[in-house]
T-cell receptor
């Protein structure tokens, strides 16, 4: 069966510090991968998605970046965090080639920037 | 612009039935999803509708009317564990998911 895991689950970072959130998927090949941010009282905001290694599409211009160094690994990074980067970050995957397929989410990472 | 509307919060009694509505205005339509999200956890998939009508899955059912841009999630025989947020999402013509802000459902004994 397929599983998705992201870490760390929680982190508290000072403004201006770097960030790295990691996500891995097991049990499937060439998945579509996504990074979302969820703010209180708002819908999920798509940050990045990837259909293959090294292929990243950015939906929202900001100080975050994403990379896909391996087929089932997706990393969200920042060189300098802002207060507004605080939130709940979710990694997700869907079956490649199945445009209407549902998303499967990781456990989430709660980031607090102080 | 694209928009998904659903009530912010609803309250229901254990054992009862509750209907959570979702209306949408999107650039095209390629399916509607409902997800359940418990506080502090990730969303989990509940249902998918792409054709008009009712899809039933155990205690949960989801209805879609594409002409009205409307869907609802029906939860029967409510249990305390159903207390969660319920997210409506629509896949647009570019196959991008547009998410509602979610409906927080509070179940009272």
């Amino acid at each position: 069966s397929q599983t998705i895991h992201q870490w760390p689950a929680t982190l508290v970072q000072p403004v201006g510090s770097p960030l790295s959130l990691e996500c891995t998927v097991e049990g499937t090949s060439n998945p579509n991968l996504y990074w979302y941010r969820q703010a209180a009282g708002r819908g999920l905001q798509l940050l990045f998605y990837s259909v293959g290694i090294g292929q990243i599409s950015s939906e929202v211009p900001q100080n975050l970046s994403a990379s896909r160094p391996q087929d089932r690994q997706f990393i969200l990074s920042s060189k300098k965090l802002l207060l507004s980067d605080s939130g709940f970050y979710l990694c997700a995957w869907s079956v490649s080639g199945s445009e209407a397929g549902e998303l499967f989410f990781g456990e989430g990472s709660r980031l607090t920037v102080l | 612009g694209q928009n998904i509307d659903q009530p912010t919060e609803m309250t229901a009694t254990e054992g009862a039935i509750v209907q959570i509505n979702c209306t949408y205005q999107t650039s095209g339509f390629n399916g509607l999803f409902w997800y359940q999200q418990h506080a502090g956890e990730a969303p989990t998939f509940l249902s998918y509708n792409v054709l008009d009508g009712l899809e039933e899955k155990g205690r949960f059912s989801s209805f879609l009317s594409r002409s009205k841009g409307y869907s609802y999630l029906l939860l029967k025989e409510l249990q305390m564990k159903d207390s969660a947020s319920y997210l409506c999402a629509v896949r647009d013509s570019n196959y991008q998911l547009i998410w509602g802000a979610g409906t927080k459902l509070i179940i009272k004994p």
